[in-house]
Nanobody
Framework: QVQLVESGGGLVQPGGSLRLSCAAS????????MGWYRQAPGKQRELVATITSSSSTNYADSMKGRFTISRDNAKNTVYLQMNSLKPEDTAVYYC???????????????WGQGTQVTVSS
């Protein structure tokens, strides 16, 4: 069994910052890519950023220069530093990870439960 648990969401004023964390735990053998996605009310879930096991990163265009994804492989944790936040960044942010479990040669994608980020004055 694998769990992804996000933390760090909340209410922040426009121009402010937040740091999200997502820790993977359970029967984990290896983790490939990890990433963050978000879903605003009435909209589809969209990519925010991804990071490979060797720390290569990819960002959605609207997040480049404002958001930074990083990971700590020893802790099976991925982070998202969000700066210069805008009201349009308001959404539920979801963690995603590509994980293989002990005893399996297959990788599967797992999702966290989501954490709410609200940007408002």
């Amino acid at each position: 069994q694998v769990q992804l648990v996000e933390s760090g969401g909340g209410l922040v004023q426009p121009g402010g910052s937040l740091r999200l964390s997502c820790a993977a735990s359970g029967n984990i053998f290896s983790i490939n890519a990890m990433g963050w996605y978000r879903q605003a009310p009435g909209k589809q879930r969209e990519l925010v950023a991804t990071i490979t096991s060797s720390s290569s990163t990819n960002y959605a265009d609207s997040m480049k220069g404002r958001f930074t994804i990083s990971r700590d492989n020893a802790k099976n944790t991925v982070y998202l530093q969000m700066n210069s936040l805008k009201p349009e960044d308001t959404a539920v942010y979801y963690c995603n990870a590509h994980i293989s479990r002990y005893g399996s040669s297959y990788f599967n994608y797992y999702w966290g439960q989501g954490t709410q980020v609200t940007v408002s004055s």
